[in-house]
């Protein structure tokens, strides 16, 4: 796994927070892969299959993803996404 920065405790926690809405997500054909914590306690994900490409993934990911993870890992600060799809307007 590339979060290798980890320990696998808190990845354990973490999975388990995104375990809460990857059903929504995969009903949708898309999910999310952990792939760092920063050193000031970002999570950074990739959105995989329909969330890479949905206009919507700016929303689903901080009101959905991100307050999953933030109620649950209260360490964590922020839910960054690598690549968002840019809302235009």
């Given amino acids: 796994m590339a979060a290798s920065n980890i320990d696998q405790d808190f990845l354990n926690r973490i999975e388990g927070a995104l375990d809460q809405i990857r059903p929504y997500l995969e009903a949708d054909g898309g999910n999310v892969?952990?792939?760092?914590v920063t050193d000031d306690m970002v999570l950074k994900l990739e959105l995989l299959g329909a969330c890479g490409s949905c206009?919507?993934?700016t929303m689903t990911l901080k009101?959905?993803?991100e307050?999953?993870?933030?109620?649950?890992?209260p360490e964590i600060k922020a839910v960054e996404a690598i690549n968002l799809t840019p809302i235009n307007g």
């Fill in 63 to 65: 009101a959905g993803v």
């Fill in 67 to 73: 307050q999953s993870v933030l109620r649950a890992i």
């Fill in 55 to 57: 206009p919507m993934s």
């Fill in 33 to 36: 892969k952990v792939l760092e």
